[in-house]
Every structure is written in structure tokens, then in C-alpha cells.
């Protein structure tokens, strides 16, 4: 059966930094929230991201918001594609159909600077069929984090956590004292 993927990307204004995953997994059971990327209780992903910023993340919204903040757009490769069997691992996943209208069209609309892929098989996808995408965007850095898949388990989550760190844009909280008496700051510092 074809799955048609649920989710639009998801592209703040200033996003700079976009995150690719291959295609979203299967709903786990009803009772999970499933309206945003990396539903799936099971994956590590947004417990990874609360650890690196020290937030809370238990909404969508919340989600969102950060991910402005940051300027980090998020969207899958894979648009349509069939399961072998029951399963949310990518190497399940045959048939595919490539997002590349979404993909382009955040590469053409904003100043995308660095593109993470969430794994191996994602970066690999990506550079085997994003090719002209490659040539035409030449200075996107091209970065592979740790899968935040609990099977990749050659790395603890604190260990993935780390590297996500060094990677992913810093949040700032600047909490100067003006004459004005302006409320504390958030700002981005750029990863360098």
C-alpha cells in the first residue's frame, strides 16, 4: 500500500539550517500525538533535542517554536512509498517517491547554509538522487548526524546528544539589565 507523507515541511522564515529524515514512521498506537516529524515515542530525536537546549519540548508548538528560533526548516526526502513489512526502518521502505518539490523549493526560497541528514541512508539517498540539487547549491555544508533511531545504538543518546551539540545552531539567552528594563533576549549565535 502506498503511504503519502502526513506532514508538510516545516520552514521558519530565516531557517538557515535544514534537517532532512527519510519518511515518517508508522503511527505506534492511537493514543500518540502524531502531528509533527519524529512522533514516534520511540525515536530519540526530541529527547535529544531537549537535552542540547535544556527545554521542555511535550508540544508540537513548542517544537516549532524553537526550530524558529533557531532558523532549522525540517522536511523528509521520501514523499510516497510502500513498506515492505510492518515497520518503521528505512531499509522497509521501497518505491519511493522523492520530495523534491518541498526540498527545492526551501533551497530556492531561503538561505539554507548547512542540510543535516538524520542518517547514513539519508545521506546517501540524498547525493544519489539530489544531485543537480548538490551542483546548484554548492556551498550547503552537508552534514550527517548520528541516527536518532534507538536501533543505532553504536552511540549512547548522551553521545548523540554531544554531537548534536557541536552541530546544531546555539541558542542564546542574553539576559542584560538596559535603563529600559527590556525583557531577556533570545538571540542565535552561528555555529561556527
Known sequence: MIETHPFKAFVPENASVLILGSFT???PNE????????????NQFWSIIE???????????????LFSK????????????ERKSNSSLDTNLVNFIYNFEAIEK??????I???LFSSRF???EYKKIFKAQIKMYPKIELITLPS???????????????IYAEILPKLVRNVHTTASQEPPRTQLEPNV
Open 25 to 27: 514512521s508508522k503511527k
Open 31 to 42: 493514543n500518540i500525538n502524531y502531528d509533527f516529524y519524529y512522533a514516534n515515542g520511540r
Open 51 to 65: 537535552k542540547v537546549y535544556n527545554l521542555s519540548l511535550d508540544t508540537t508548538k513548542k517544537k516549532q517554536e
Open 70 to 81: 533557531l532558523g532549522i526548516a525540517i522536511s523528509d526526502i521520501i514523499y510516497q512509498c
Open 106 to 111: 526551501i533551497l530556492e526560497s531561503k538561505n
Open 113 to 115: 547554509q548547512r542540510i
Open 122 to 124: 539519508v545521506e546517501k
Open 148 to 162: 536518532p533511531s534507538p536501533r543505532y545504538a553504536i552511540l549512547s543518546k548522551d553521545e548523540k546528544g554531544a
